[in-house]
């Protein structure tokens, strides 16, 4: 899941690309559990503070998209492949 970035717009756009069922299956699930699993210790942690799922809640939202802007990054800097210009 693209931080930022609507569930279904990011649906759609799958849905107009090429990539297979399972594989899209897969990201969803791998890239969705933080942030469901974020959720869930956050509506716990309101329940009943003395818990500490808030402070995970913050951690399993906000790791998944610093996550996200430093792989992006890491992309933008390295280059194209043999014979690149730039």
Do not use: E, K, Q, Y
């Given at each position: 899941?693209?931080?930022?970035v609507p569930a279904t717009l990011l649906n759609h756009a799958a849905g107009l690309s090429r990539i297979r069922a399972r594989q899209f299956l897969a990201g969803v699930s791998?890239?969705?559990?933080p942030r469901a699993l974020g959720y869930s210790f956050l509506g716990a942690g309101l329940?009943?503070?003395?818990?500490?799922?808030?402070a995970l809640a913050v951690v399993l939202v906000?790791?998944?998209s610093l996550v996200a802007v430093a792989v992006g990054l890491s992309i933008r800097r390295a280059p194209a492949g043999p014979g690149a210009v730039g």
């Open positions: 899941m693209a931080p930022g791998i890239g969705g559990a329940a009943d503070p003395s818990t500490g799922s808030p906000v790791l998944p």
